[in-house]
């Protein structure tokens, strides 16, 4: 065999132009990541409604939020390390299937029992959808438009949240709550087929776990169509992976990158999915209508799809995500302060809220991309899939903590700003992450600090 039938995976897909196919394949995951934000955020544009239903306070419905949230935990794990064996494909499809059942179900849970367990399972689903999508998209995407290309599920997350908002306007007041679960159901599960048909598996999982050769090269002659690969040629990665397994994420200098991520996601997701759940409520607390209320949250989420890609973009033009990242906290800190004391007007609640939704949705989006550069094909998914698992953590916490609050009666203004505090925690954990990541590059005779 000849060294020119012999390439490099990696360097193949930095060196080439991004293809129409590589297009498509990330079209599919972008609305994977739409249905994903769609679902993930439905119940809490429909919970006063559901509250009423019941004969409840909203702040009585934190539970199945919390049923829900620990769902999307059990899932990110769970099928983060599920994907670095079986493969992102399978992942993928087995996590969309599952969501997209449980959420057609969600109105035949009639209960609040019935609710708590259905919201569970379709967490499971969801949990498992995003961080194998991050893992899947970084797989097929240049060096030199990494951190757009990552970035992008985690924006068009935020923008299913946004189409959530939108239809859930129209959608409730002419057929009911039940039927924004039987969209957000009906439409993953029928685009299974798209999945299913066009969507390729990594061609770096594939190396990775020693599967056929021949399989490699057909994907890579669709991928870069260019360069006239035929089923002889010969791929590989470099360097060779680990094993999967949990103790890779601690090993070879990855453990105190590896709870830095940690802590930064559960701090980020406290704050997300905090404002995401309650806000709504909290605005119609207020006193402002619920179509308005639903309104401003829907701009925060927009403020997340905005955010996400502009924060991916500035990471490759600057080459600093963490200094992106860092900025987009204090941000954020600031941001929810002036909301917090805005709530009668509209005009500056409104952008306060997108603001603060480009620098908290669009930074989990730059987190994932950062997390995901973090760790080799082998255990990528299971990195991402541990960090968003230990962060689910704090999107638990964030609902309970807000319905705690409001069970407690605290001032609208406090409620709001209880996330001021992981806001700047976040931050501060980018800037030790970024300086760990200083020292390893100037530790590198080859390779000059970036940041």
Do not use: C
Not at 85 to 108: D, E, M, N, Y
Not at 123 to 148: D, F, H, K, Q
């Amino acid at each position: 065999m000849s060294d020119s039938q012999h390439y490099n995976v990696t360097t193949v897909i930095n060196e080439s132009k991004v293809s129409s196919y590589q297009w498509l394949v990330l079209t599919i995951s972008l609305l994977i990541a739409v249905f994903d934000g769609y679902d993930t955020q439905g119940i809490a544009y429909v919970a006063p409604v559901i509250a009423q239903d019941l004969g409840m306070s909203v702040a009585q419905l934190t539970p199945i939020f919390a049923a829900g949230l620990v769902g999307l935990m059990l899932g990110a794990i769970i099928f983060g390390m599920l994907s670095d064996k079986i493969g992102r494909k399978q992942a993928i499809i087995w996590s969309v299937l599952i969501f997209g059942i449980f959420s057609i179900l969600t109105p035949f849970g009639e209960s609040f029992k019935g609710l708590m367990i259905l919201r569970f399972f379709a967490g499971i689903g969801l949990g498992g959808a995003l961080p194998n999508t991050i893992a899947y998209v970084l797989e097929y995407s240049p060096l030199r438009l990494r951190g757009l290309f990552v970035n992008s599920p985690n924006a068009f997350f935020a923008f299913g949240s946004v189409l959530g908002g939108l239809l859930a306007t129209k959608l409730i007041p002419a057929f009911g709550w039940q039927s924004t679960f039987y969209v957000g159901g009906a439409v993953p599960l029928l685009f299974l087929i798209v999945i299913a048909i066009w969507l390729p598996e990594s061609a770096r999982f594939l190396l990775a776990t020693g599967r056929p050769m021949e399989r490699v090269a057909r994907i890579m002659a669709r991928i870069v169509p260019d360069r006239s690969f035929t089923a002889a040629s010969q791929f590989s990665l470099e360097p060779p992976a680990p094993g999967v397994t949990v103790k890779h994420l601690f090993t070879d200098g990855r453990a105190t990158a590896t709870i830095l991520l940690w802590i930064a996601f559960f701090m980020n997701l406290f704050v997300l999915l905090y404002l995401i759940n309650w806000m709504p409520t909290l605005l119609k607390m207020a006193g402002q209508p619920l179509e308005t209320a639903i309104l401003i949250t829907v701009w925060y989420n927009l403020g997340g799809f905005i955010g996400g890609l502009v924060m991916g973009w500035l990471a490759d033009k600057f080459g600093k995500p963490h200094t992106v990242l860092a900025v987009a906290y204090v941000g954020a800190a600031v941001f929810i302060t002036v909301a917090a004391y805005s709530l009668q007007n509209v005009a500056i609640l409104l952008p306060a809220m997108f603001l603060t939704g480009v620098s908290i949705n669009g930074g989990q989006a730059s987190l994932n991309t950062i997390a995901a550069t973090y760790y080799p094909t082998a255990i990528r998914a299971t990195g991402i899939g541990w960090a968003l698992g230990v962060g689910r953590i704090g999107s638990i916490f964030g609902p309970i903590v807000g319905g705690a609050l409001v069970a407690a009666q605290f001032a609208i203004p406090t409620v709001i700003l209880a996330n001021v505090i992981p806001a700047v925690i976040a931050a501060g954990i980018i800037v030790a992450l970024r300086q760990k990541r200083t020292a390893e590059l100037a530790a590198m005779a080859e390779v000059k600090p970036a940041e």
